[in-house]
């Protein structure tokens, strides 16, 4: 890409202040799109709550070897990902500025890795499209709805994104200035692989791997191989991973590797895991939602980025994207989080073609599907914010109603100033009018939507019925998501049939069990069976948003008389 040869006013929507300090600013601009519902969202289902349930379970246990969800080993992902959220814990206790059993103390690692992720796309981006275009392309990657996204939620993604960028940015060095890059360098390059191994194992040495076979093939050299020095680099990157994995090994027989690797990866490679299945192209068809608003200035710069691919610093961008997309659209489970490791080269590659005043313009059928794609999330997350409060609980929220004129403003002022062609401008636009967008929706409206959230309505209920319930003392059936456990106790009795519950009511006094109303008449005969007189104590109904459907629990305890 070329670089632009003076400073334009393209960035001039920010305040000079900002502008020359735009670390600050990015840090302010991560701020204001991430924090809107980082505290209000109750713990939602299901990777969140088993992530958070299953760090707090390592923390009161004191076991960070194993990970266990409940009663159950969770064999499946690395370790790293609940130590930091162990850490999180620790630290917010012994500042009192929350407890663990807040979701929200969870969600610091991924606001920290998203945070990461955004700086790193600045850090290095300056040395692989210039400075202005890697604080935009900066900026553009923070507002992308997938990230936004993923910085509030407690999982890996944000945070292996953090240490992805940052090892590709140092990739990115050793490639375009191998004889600058130094030992030091090195060795911090194998150290993030290393930790991106312990948070979702091989995917971020994979996204260099394939990034690095496809620029000795399309280079027919590789000079950057000896700068990054992986003879001693590739052993200081397993040293990293290597403790844990043995011990993990040693402490569930090796059953950690035949489930993790047997079980969870196989599947998503040859089968739709948990019914996330899509079609190869999948990624490419939902770009615009995942990287809303700045997909559009990043699909207007792929033809221009194609025809640049002799270009060193393009093509490094291009081998970062390229083959790890690929895979991903190949492998049968699709995620939107999935390509997320990819995003920091698109928005660089984006942010250059918007920055520089020769640009070839896009073509006219790629612009406008861009625009048209813009105008279809931004409409669609209007009248979602609208549509799920009045079908839910029959309400208009005031924030809902503000979506409106908000997606409107957006995709108005995106395309007024696109039709000027200032990109750079409209990139950044974008990006703004993204904050109050989406703090109306993810403040506003979704914490609000009461029936979304059963479970912190069925430990509120629990709590006020009955008072003082000890540990293991409370079963449910017919509603099994994980946020259950992390709103009640790690302890909670998962029981799989009706009969079931009403065997667990009979089997201690003290007890009481919520049963879902698939459940009911099968809890009814099982425990006139057992002469049982189960006593009502409180009913939550609710939409379970992971199967599609109603329902409603109700709790019972063994009537006193």
């Not at 003076?6 to 924090?35: F, I, K, M, V, Y």
């Not at 002022?413 to 636009?429: I, N, P």
Request: hydrophobic share 55%; with cysteine.
């Amino acid at each position: 890409m070329h670089a632009p040869p003076a400073p334009d006013r393209s960035l001039g929507l920010l305040p000079e202040p900002l502008q020359q300090r735009p670390t600050l600013a990015l840090l302010l601009l991560c701020l204001l799109l991430w924090l809107p519902g980082f505290f209000a969202l109750p713990p939602t289902d299901r990777d969140e709550a088993r992530f958070a349930q299953a760090s707090r379970q390592m923390v009161e246990s004191g076991d960070y070897v194993r990970i266990r969800f409940g009663q159950e080993e969770r064999n499946k992902k690395p370790a790293g990902i609940h130590w930091a959220q162990a850490a999180s814990v620790h630290v917010a206790e012994a500042l009192h500025l929350g407890s663990r059993r807040d979701v929200w103390v969870y969600r610091i690692p991924s606001f920290l890795g998203a945070l990461a992720a955004v700086l790193a796309t600045w850090h290095w981006g300056r040395g692989i499209v210039g400075r202005r275009a890697a604080f935009l392309g900066a900026a553009m990657l923070a507002a992308c709805l997938v990230l936004v996204a993923e910085a509030r939620i407690a999982k890996t993604d944000a945070a292996l994104l953090g240490t992805i960028t940052a090892a590709m940015g140092l990739f990115a060095t050793a490639y375009l200035r191998p004889e600058r890059f130094t030992a030091a360098q090195a060795a911090g390059f194998w150290l993030l692989l290393g930790l991106g191994v312990l948070l979702k194992g091989p995917i971020g040495p994979m996204v260099a791997l394939l990034a690095g076979i496809t620029l000795a093939i399309a280079d027919r050299e590789a000079p950057w191989f000896r700068a990054l020095r992986p003879l001693w680099g590739v052993p200081l990157m397993i040293a990293a991973a290597a403790p844990w994995f043995i011990a993990i090994g040693l402490a569930t027989e090796g059953r950690f590797f035949s489930e993790a690797l047997g079980g969870d990866m196989l599947s998503k490679v040859g089968s739709g895991e948990e019914k996330h299945w899509g079609p190869p192209g999948f990624y490419l068809l939902t770009f615009g939602i995942a990287a809303f608003p700045s997909a559009w200035i990043a699909l207007a710069a792929l033809p221009t980025a194609w025809r640049e691919r002799h270009n060193p610093p393009t093509r490094f961008l291009l081998a970062w994207i390229v083959p790890s997309w690929l895979v991903f659209e190949a492998v049968q489970t699709k995620l939107p989080h999935y390509t997320l490791p990819m995003f920091p080269a698109l928005m660089l590659l984006g942010a250059a073609w918007a920055m520089d005043p020769l640009r070839r313009p896009p073509p006219r059928w790629l612009k406008w599907l861009g625009l048209l794609a813009l105008a279809g999330v931004a409409a669609g997350l209007a009248l979602g914010a609208l549509a799920a409060p009045f079908w839910l609980n029959r309400l208009v929220l005031p924030a809902a109603i503000l979506t409106v004129p908000l997606a409107a403003a957006l995709v108005f002022v995106l395309w007024r100033v696109a039709r000027r062609g200032d990109w750079g401008r409209a990139a950044l636009a974008g990006v703004l009018l993204a904050i109050p967008l989406y703090a109306a929706v993810l403040e506003g409206v979704v914490p609000r939507l009461a029936p979304l959230w059963l479970a912190p309505r069925l430990a509120a209920v629990l709590a006020d019925r009955a008072p003082g319930l000890p540990p293991g003392r409370f079963g449910i059936t017919g509603y099994s998501e994980p946020s259950v456990l992390f709103m009640t106790s790690g302890e909670t009795q998962m029981l799989r049939t009706g009969g079931d519950a009403a065997r667990f009511l009979a089997a201690a006094p003290g007890r009481v069990v919520a049963v879902g109303n698939r459940a009911e008449t099968d809890f009814r005969e099982a425990a006139a069976g057992l002469s049982l007189a189960p006593e009502e104590i409180g009913t939550v109904t609710g939409f379970n948003y992971t199967r599609g459907r109603w329902v409603t629990l109700v709790l019972y305890r063994v009537s006193r008389g």
